[in-house]
């Protein structure tokens, strides 16, 4: 089992969806999670940021981290074509200055005017 | 603010062939460096970090090394390119305390033929 899952897509939804992107993952140890999204040939862009369990709200984004069910998720309400893009979640133990991010392969998701 | 540069963007060399990929930071001092490589379907892979001149830590055995002459930059090589060596790839640093937390340059595209 890989230690973090992502669904690759592509998700395609109309604009004003409602987006849920996931990702499982099997280390415990994990405790801080990050949703980084990355348009066509650029660098990722840190998007949230969340530690533990709980829920994040930033605008039309939510972060949600279950960690019983080692889990989580990323939701975009009032999608807009603007939020095409590859979103990649990652993980990481400790929440120092040195460690390893692991990330997932990405989701592709389009928002259809 | 911190802005990360790489060069050069996009590359076409041949198999066998040296590799050097620049990136350097500016807006900032003594940051921790990452080099990551994105390949289609694989994610993305954490190659080398540095937490100062001259400290480079390998996480993935191969045939490209890092170094980091200066303190805000940072470097790839390759003596002799493979055709797995193809992928994007991306020089990071961190904004703030935490690794968690790392900005990306724009990438330098690979593609060895």
């Known amino acids: 089992q890989k230690e973090v899952e992502q669904d690759p897509g592509p998700l395609s939804v109309p604009e004003g969806a409602i987006v849920s992107l996931n990702c499982t993952y099997s280390?415990?140890?994990?405790?801080?999670f990050m949703w980084y999204r990355q348009y066509s040939r650029k660098g990722p862009e840190l998007l949230m940021y969340?530690?533990?369990?709980g829920n994040k709200e930033d605008g039309r984004f939510t972060a949600q981290v279950d960690k019983s069910s080692k889990y989580i998720s990323l939701f975009i309400r009032d999608s807009q074509p603007s939020d095409s893009a590859t979103y990649l979640c990652?993980?990481?133990?400790?929440?120092?200055?040195?460690?390893?991010?692991?990330f997932g392969k990405g989701t592709k998701l389009s928002v259809k005017p | 603010s911190q802005t990360i540069h790489q060069w050069p963007a996009t590359l076409v060399q041949p198999v066998g062939s040296p590799l050097s990929l620049e990136c350097t930071v500016e807006?900032?001092?003594?940051?921790?460096l990452y080099w990551y490589r994105q390949a289609a379907g694989r994610g993305l892979q954490l190659l080398f970090y540095?937490?100062?001149?001259?400290?480079i830590s390998s996480e993935v055995p191969q045939n490209l090394s890092a170094s980091r002459p200066q303190d805000r930059q940072f470097i790839l090589s390759s003596k002799k390119l493979l055709l797995s060596d193809s992928g994007f790839y991306l020089c990071?640093?961190?904004?703030?305390?935490?690794?968690?937390?790392?900005?990306f340059g724009p990438g330098t595209r690979l593609t060895v033929l």
């Open positions: 540095s937490v100062g001149i001259g400290q």
């Open positions: 807006g900032t001092s003594n940051p921790n």
């Open positions: 969340t530690y533990s369990s």
């Open positions: 990071a640093s961190i904004r703030g305390p935490s690794y968690n937390e790392q900005f």
């Open positions: 280390n415990s140890a994990f405790q801080y």
């Open positions: 990652a993980m990481s133990v400790y929440g120092g200055s040195q460690g390893n991010l692991i």
